[in-house]
């Protein structure tokens, strides 16, 4: 790379993305810098997303399985500051973990708010003033912000988003949530843990249509028990705040219902958080909703510019976005590297927990590819029993025909660690005879591989294989069942066994 550039790679952001890229060409020998517009590192994922969201969900559980306060075995609800406390604990660990990742990679760590001058040029503002740096290829790794709420700027009290939740000084009695996406669907399960009554409302009808229709109806029946309505396919008209006496929200539904809450949780999605890097001045095209397009390197429709991470869009998860990064730093440096392809793992840190790799049996069946299920219960093992969690459900989709394995699905316990093995499995081409051949450790959640593929073994020991048809047989058409015209079952009236019932 040409002495006439600061850097060989400058990455603007410091999320999973931003850190994989930088570090993979540090490892390739090349000059890079991060800048980072906070004064510690690690992205959304670190500060208001990911690491945030799962650390206060695992100590609302902790909080409330804890022995019981009293005689009459009643539980006090969790304190806010005491959640938010563990989750800054957190935070602070895990910036700590990268800030020494990229100090061991020699990467330059530049702090201050980044704009495009040019193709090639960014400035940086922080308190000190605006440093212009060059480099000869910029990587856009600056993640998303949670979308406005249709009312205007969130307060961050009465009207909020899930960028705002650790601002939240107590824990409301009522919580309103719209939104019934991922992050919605988490925040109104893990609030209902903690003993906030909470709505849900989303236009749409089913609720994770991307999930198995399965196990979305166990998350929901979960929830249920937990207090949480559900408001489907309705949409919010009207919202109403109330300062005097007590602050409450009041949504108006499009349908006429009226919903009463502490305060609002908007979660209706993210926006990429491009508008001050002014990527116009670098001629970067963004599409209406402004992601970056990017082809199979990650490039923009600049040469040497390159976009990774929610940024471009779907999937938009961290681990996806930490291998995009990383591939984006090979291939703008002339170095292979294989795809990561479109099997990967998703995770759901609901309570319970969802996890999934693989085709779903609504995939399958608008597909047409006949394929067998195996299904296993948490409360058929004994490691399910020693954790208490007789509500698990784990099943995995077999081919009918090769008995390779589609498609795995959890809903329980450690569910996002116990899809991995599943993950492998479809990867290398397994299938059932991997599973009823393997031992697994006992006493483990992972035995509910062996009992589901024993659950599909037997079924499939009642599916016929496919039929053997001679050449005679093949040139001859195929009759199909016809549909008669009448459709009651029983004889028309006049007809001999009419008669004949009648006679006797």
Same mark, same amino acid.
């Given at each position: ?81 005491? #959640? ?44 000190? !003033? ?49 939104? !019934? ?25 089913? #609720? ?41 929200? @009041? ?106 790799? !693989?085709?779903?049996?609504?995939? #399958? ?79 483990? #959640? ?27 047989? @093949? ?30």
């Amino acid at each position: 790379m040409s002495d006439t550039h600061d850097f060989d790679l400058l990455v603007i952001g410091s999320g999973p993305a931003g850190q994989s890229a930088a570090i993979q060409a540090s490892k390739l020998h090349k000059r890079v810098a991060l800048i980072e517009k906070r004064r510690r590192v690690g992205g959304v994922c670190t500060f208001t997303g990911t690491i945030p969201s799962k650390t206060l969900r695992e100590a609302i559980i902790s909080s409330v399985s804890g022995e019981r306060d009293n005689e009459y075995g009643i539980r006090k609800r969790p304190e806010m500051p005491d #959640l938010i406390a563990r989750v800054n604990e957190v935070i602070a660990s895990e910036t700590r973990v990268v800030r020494n990742s990229l100090a061991r990679n020699d990467i330059t760590v530049l702090e201050g708010e980044a704009s495009f001058v040019d193709s090639q040029r960014v400035a940086i503002t922080n308190d000190a !003033g605006t440093r212009t740096v060059t480099a000869g290829n910029i990587m856009v790794a600056c993640g998303t912000n949670a979308a406005a709420p249709p009312t205007g700027p969130s307060d961050g009290r009465l009207i909020m988003t899930s960028d705002d939740v650790l601002k939240m000084e107590k824990l409301p009695s009522n919580l309103a949530v719209v939104g !019934g996406g991922v992050i919605g669907v988490e925040y109104a399960s893990i609030f209902a843990t903690a003993g906030v009554q909470v709505t849900l409302v989303d236009r749409r009808d089913q #609720l994770l249509d991307f999930v198995d229709h399965e196990i979305v109806d166990e998350l929901m029946h979960q929830m249920r028990k937990k207090d949480v309505t559900f408001r489907l396919g309705e949409a919010v008209a009207r919202v109403e705040i109330f300062e005097e006496g007590r602050p409450e929200v @009041e949504l108006e539904l499009e349908s006429g219902k009226r919903i009463i809450a502490d305060c609002v949780l908007f979660s209706i999605g993210r926006a990429p958080a491009t508008a001050p890097l002014h990527l116009g001045s670098a001629g970067v095209e963004t599409d209406d909703r402004g992601r970056i397009p990017v082809d199979e390197a990650f490039r923009t429709n600049v040469p040497d510019i390159y976009a990774a991470g929610d940024v471009v869009g779907f999937p938009a998860l961290a681990a996806t976005s930490s291998e995009q990064g990383r591939i984006a730093a090979c291939r703008m440096f002339g170095y292979e590297a294989e795809n990561f392809g479109t099997l990967y793992p998703y995770g759901i840190y609901a309570v319970p927990e969802i996890s999934m790799c !693989g085709a779903t049996e609504e995939q #399958l069946t608008r597909d047409r590819i006949p394929y067998e299920v195996g299904v296993a219960r948490y409360r058929e093992t004994a490691r399910g029993q020693i954790l208490g969690d007789d509500t698990g459900t784990f099943k995995m989709l077999f081919h009918r025909e090769s008995h390779d394995l589609l498609g795995v699905h959890c809903i329980g316990t450690n569910a996002t660690e116990l899809v991995h093995i599943g993950q492998a499995v479809i990867s290398l081409g397994g299938g059932l005879d991997f599973f009823m051949n393997s031992v697994f450790n006992y006493p483990t #959640l992972a035995e509910v591989y062996k009992i589901a593929a024993h659950n599909a073994a037997n079924r499939l020991r009642h599916v016929r294989g496919p039929r053997q048809r001679d050449q005679e047989q @093949e040139d001859q058409p195929v009759l199909s069942a016809e549909v008669p015209e009448r459709d009651d079952p029983r004889p028309p009236a006049g007809s001999r066994t009419t008669e004949r019932t009648d006679e006797a």
